[in-house]
């Protein structure tokens, strides 16, 4: 077995890469979303927002592409951290593959000076016993929730919105579509860092750090995805303080696709509703502006209940939970 880096203009290589995630995924979690080998592309090239990780692809001696290993390490923040992925297509389990995989991925990991290691995956009795027996310790539970946009039943949606609404006249609603306008950036910026008040359970992570430049190559990572930005922003009408806001982003190359990227309010402007506020606007939004939609998916820490309880009002389903581990190095 031959393990190379994956090279982001390598289109056959992403081919085959985004292939062997679809077999797995066929026996393991058949309804995950998973990236077209035009989205991967861009994923190795530019990541979530402008800070991407590698991919090094495992082939046999014939060439077969055999395993996938995921590895990134951010430079943000959470710079003693490294995360690992390993996938192995199914007709070549059993074969001691992951193992190689992880052990060359903690590899990597040491010697760019990281020093705790964690992965995740499918909630899967084999697959949790692959990451316990590589020495991780469970952390974290995720959980994938989806939304049937074309069964929603819209006069859920527009009473909670209208419920939401008499509980916060003291803000306005901001509608931006693509990237936010430069006298909202400082105040944006501060709001993203709002989402390090979801629960971390017991994984060991330090607050991620946001910036300017950071927003706007997350923005600018989106496009490259040919993904369209949406964000509904509560904005309190006496101060022009930003109190909340609910992000997603549409597919062009599949645009009946939607995924929620963010939803996040103010610790100092909670108890408004305003969480409920900007999700249900953002619907009413996409029905009129983005009738292709059809679903739009969501991750959730399993203990983050109140978004839960919002999710669950607005029939999400589950699709898949996830065990995040780690360990030190």
């Not at 979303?33 to 990780?53: E, F, Q, S």
């Not at 996409?286 to 919002?310: C, F, G, K, Y």
């Amino acid at each position: 077995m031959e393990i190379t880096r994956l090279s982001p203009d390598d289109e056959v290589g992403c081919a085959d890469a985004v292939g062997l995630m679809n077999a797995a995924a066929k026996l393991d979690c058949p309804e995950a979303l998973l990236p077209t080998p035009r989205g991967y592309a861009a994923h190795l090239k530019h990541g979530w927002d402008g800070d991407p990780g590698q991919a090094f692809l495992a082939r046999d001696e014939d060439g077969v592409a055999v395993g996938l290993l995921g590895l990134h390490t951010p430079t943000y923040d959470n710079t003693h951290l490294a995360w690992v992925d390993a996938g192995v297509h199914p007709d070549h389990r059993g074969r001691g593959i992951g193992s190689t995989l992880i052990a060359y991925g903690e590899e990597l990991a040491r010697e760019l000076g990281r020093t705790s290691l964690g992965t995740d995956n499918w909630d899967l009795p084999k697959a949790n016993a692959f990451s316990l027996r590589h020495g991780f310790e469970q952390k974290a539970i995720e959980v994938n929730r989806r939304q049937d946009i074309a069964g929603l039943d819209w006069s859920v949606v527009d009473r909670l919105y209208d419920e939401a609404a008499q509980a916060s006249t003291a803000y306005e609603l901001v509608r931006v579509a693509g990237r936010v306008p430069e006298e909202m950036l400082d105040g944006m910026v501060g709001l993203t860092a709002s989402i390090n008040d979801a629960p971390k359970d017991d994984l060991d992570i330090e607050d991620d750090v946001f910036t300017p430049d950071r927003l706007r190559k997350y923005e600018a990572a989106q496009e490259a995805h040919d993904r369209k930005i949406y964000r509904v922003i509560a904005r309190e009408r006496s101060t022009g303080a930003l109190a909340g806001h609910s992000t997603i982003v549409v597919e062009r190359e599949r645009p009946h696709i939607a995924e929620q990227h963010d939803t996040a309010v103010d610790r100092a402007h909670r108890g408004h509703r305003l969480g409920a506020l900007v999700k249900t606007d953002m619907l009413r939004w996409l029905r009129d502006n983005e009738p292709a939609v059809t679903q739009l998916d969501t991750w959730n820490a399993e203990s983050n209940t109140h978004m839960i309880a919002i999710n669950e009002q607005l029939n999400y389903r589950i699709v898949a939970r996830v065990i995040a581990y780690q360990k030190s190095l």
